[in-house]
T-cell receptor, first 116, second 113 residues
Framework: EAEVAQSPRYKITEKSQAVAFWCDPI?????LYWYRQILGQGPELLVQ????????DSQLPKDRFSAERLKGVDSTLKIQPAELGDSAMYLC??????????????FGPGTRLTVL | EDQVTQSPEALRLQEGESSSLNCSYT??????LFWYRQDPGKGPEFLFT???AGEEKEKERLKATLTKKESFLHITAPKPEDSATYLC??????????????FGRGTQLTVWP
């Protein structure tokens, strides 16, 4: 069964350091999402890609966060510099294509980030 | 203001004790409502999608229903392995990026033997 892959699964870093997360969506999925989930809350969208284009990054803190999906397949989310408040689970999801009737989003296992 | 509200926040059931979880939303123009299950330290696992009022979907001991402003996830004769956080998410037709999901905070379900 096809799955969304993410790495690393866990990351511990110190404040002001740079961190990067990688996501490989289900093959053939055009839409890729990055979410942040704080403990005890639901996931919140950070950025949405359609192929290699950003279609929604309104909730992305652009002074420190960046995301790219250069070839429209895998994606990288970067934080520089990391702050204590960035500690959370970072989830990647993919769907066939946003807006079609079967655009169910499938999630990866997530990356648990701890900033010390 | 939360657009998606789930209740209760936590629910403890004895094995075999049926119950329901609630998800209500405040914005009009629902495109779809999604239920996910999330185990501790893992990503959400897709359960159901509902598109219109009156629709029902079933999977094993779970049954999801949708009305005009809320959805219920009914759990019949739960087992300890049903313990997880259940997340509700909605997609809207208007005023939102196509495909974007808005999640509730989840209901943490514990089923004890």
């Amino acid at each position: 069964e096809a799955e969304v892959a993410q790495s690393p699964r866990y990351k511990i870093t110190e404040k002001s350091q740079a961190v990067a997360f990688w996501c490989d969506p289900i093959s053939g999925h055009a839409t890729l999402y990055w979410y942040r989930q704080i403990l005890g809350q639901g996931p919140e969208l950070l950025v949405q890609f359609q192929d290699e284009s950003v279609v929604d990054d309104s909730q992305l803190p652009k002074d420190r966060f960046s995301a790219e999906r250069l070839k429209g397949v895998d994606s990288t989310l970067k934080i520089q510099p990391a702050e204590l408040g960035d500690s959370a689970m970072y989830l990647c999801a993919s769907s066939l294509e946003a807006g079609v009737s079967t655009d169910t989003q499938y999630f990866g296992p997530g990356t648990r980030l701890t900033v010390l | 203001e939360d657009q998606v509200t789930q209740s209760p926040e936590a629910l403890r059931l004895q094995e075999g004790e049926s119950s329901s979880l609630n998800c209500s939303y405040t914005v009009s123009g629902l495109r779809g409502l999604f239920w996910y299950r999330q185990d501790p330290g893992k990503g959400p696992e897709f359960l159901f999608t509902l598109y219109s009022a009156g629709e029902e979907k079933e999977k094993e001991r779970l049954k999801a229903t949708l009305t005009k402003k809320e959805s219920f996830l009914h759990i019949t004769a739960p087992k300890p392995e049903d313990s997880a956080t259940y997340l509700c998410a909605v997609q809207f037709d208007r005023g939102s990026t196509l495909g974007r999901l808005y999640f509730g905070r989840g209901t943490q379900l514990t089923v004890w033997p």
